[in-house]
């Protein structure tokens, strides 16, 4: 106990910063799959015997953007191709009906629209979406809580009329990448067709289009940014008041543009631990509560109910080129992690034939689902319900860090077994979150980024041959 509670006030003490936990296994840990080894209709049969109450989150992945931004690692490519467009909505409507069966086995709680951004495409897409949404689960606006879309500022400035379109439609919360007030900040993250002065109308026509939900994030650590830089975009943000705001610590991966510039490293300094400071002092100030590490909200307005829902353990079904499905029993997706113009086509091919089954993941075993719960889950979890999958198999692993966690003041003890995080736990999170990752796994995710990493050579010669904390918290190239 006490060397882990040794470690962990060290990774406090030295401002450790991994990448923000949103799954596990994270995408670095996806594989080749056995051809024809997995189907996926018996990945969700044995999926639904796990729960006693079905539910399922519903992802769809838009890929295209007019620019990539130097942070981005996601599977995105730049297209402005109407016929694409044409062509992947209607690949990805045969992959909705060809899922019918496994949608309608289950309560559909969410919708997500990702990319990408989704707000590229025009109206008629989005109703094409929308009613093969319906006619695969007819009474969905009635029992879904949350139909969101990613968009840019600029996508809608550039169309206010279509953005209204998709409230008709369905849509509750739209989420506005905008990253910084700052015009250099903003340059820096390469958008610059959006700037803060496009930023500040695309969320007064939000706001004033009567949209539920407008969700809006920050980034710290971009290059050139200052404390004051900072509290600067922090400020006007509270002040613009949408109804869910995020904050990001900036993750430098090898595949991002960021890592071949000479401004960045993978590991960042940390002061910036203050900037999370002075943010969660101003946004709580103006009446937000914290959601999780990264967010806050409007109580009773604003949140992320399809990441929340996620954590808590329902599963989500993805489908598009480049989505990731969480089952109780395989992550996978239907394509690779290297995103490419031509895989886009050969998705869509494959949706048309109706032959597209899982070639990437990870296959879960009853350990790996416990962890994912605990590195995802601890913002307030009930220990008793992962007895099911085998909670007592690594029992005595995870009370040493609960242990360690509640000795360094990041955890509650709530009743006999439930665990909440403190404000303290909120800010630490992610060090946390490590600390339940199994070896198997932190073995996959250092063996693709360092493959990444050995693989660029302006990061390299930028970098290094071993560069500090290229992923999780441990440091240059260790055995795990």
């Excluded at 890929?63 to 992947?88: H, M, Q, W």
């Excluded at 002075?278 to 103006?286: E, G, I, K, P």
């Excluded at 954590?311 to 997706?333: C, E, I, N, Q």
């Excluded at 198997?440 to 660029?456: C, F, M, W």
């Amino acid at each position: 106990m006490n060397h882990l509670h040794n470690e962990l006030a060290a990774s406090i003490e030295q401002g450790v910063i991994p990448p923000y936990q949103y799954s596990y296994p994270p995408r670095s840990t996806y594989r080749p799959l056995e051809e024809g080894a997995w189907d996926v209709r018996e990945v969700w049969d044995k999926d639904l015997a796990a729960y006693q109450v079905p539910e399922l989150n519903l992802y769809l992945h838009v890929p295209f953007c007019r620019y990539k931004c130097g942070f981005c690692n996601l599977y995105t490519v730049i297209s402005t191709d109407e016929d694409l467009y044409d062509a992947y909505t209607e690949a990805l409507c045969t992959q909705i009906r060809d899922h019918a069966e496994i949608i309608q086995a289950r309560r559909l709680r969410t919708v997500y629209i990702g990319g990408g951004t989704p707000a590229l495409l025009s109206t008629r897409h989005f109703e094409q979406i929308f009613r093969t949404i319906g006619e695969v689960y007819p009474n969905w606006r009635s029992t879904v809580e949350e139909v969101a879309v990613e968009a840019t500022p600029d996508s809608i400035v550039a169309d206010p009329e279509g953005f209204g379109r998709l409230l008709e439609l369905g849509l509750t919360r739209a989420n506005i990448g905008i990253q910084s007030l700052v015009p250099q900040e903003i340059r820096e993250a390469g958008r610059g067709q959006a700037g803060e002065d496009v930023i500040r109308r695309a969320i007064a026509i939000a706001q004033e289009s009567g949209l539920p939900d407008l969700s809006t994030d920050l980034i710290m650590g971009f290059a050139g940014q200052t404390p004051e830089s900072w509290r600067r975009s922090v400020d006007e943000l509270a002040r613009l008041s949408p109804t869910t705001i995020s904050t990001y610590f900036l993750t430098v991966r090898p595949d991002a543009w960021f890592s071949r510039t000479g401004a960045y490293q993978y590991m960042w300094k940390p002061e910036l631990y203050e900037r999370y400071d002075y943010a969660r002092q101003v946004f709580t100030d103006h009446g937000y509560v914290q959601e999780g590490s990264v967010r806050y909200k409007k109580p009773g307005r604003g949140g992320y109910v399809q990441k929340v829902l996620t954590f808590h353990g329902v599963p989500l079904l993805g489908l598009g080129v480049g989505a990731r499905s969480y089952t109780s029993v395989l992550d996978y997706m239907t394509g690779s992690v290297k995103p490419s113009l031509t895989e886009v086509g050969e998705y869509i091919k494959a949706a048309r034939e109706h032959r597209l089954q899982p070639t990437t993941g990870f296959a879960l075993t009853p350990e790996e689902i416990v962890r994912k719960r605990l590195v995802l889950d601890s913002f307030d979890l009930d220990l008793s319900e992962l007895d099911r999958f085998g909670f007592d198999g690594i029992a005595d692993e995870v009370h040493a860090v609960l242990d360690a966690a509640e000795s360094n003041g990041l955890v509650h003890r709530v009743g006999a077994r439930r665990i909440q995080l403190t404000p303290k736990g909120f800010k630490y999170r992610d060090i946390l979150s490590w600390m339940f990752y199994s070896d198997h796994v932190k073995g996959l995710d250092r063996e693709y980024y360092e493959g990444l990493h050995d693989t660029n050579a302006r990061a390299r010669k930028n970098m290094g041959a071993t560069p500090v904390r290229i992923t999780g918290v441990t440091t240059a190239r260790e055995s795990v």
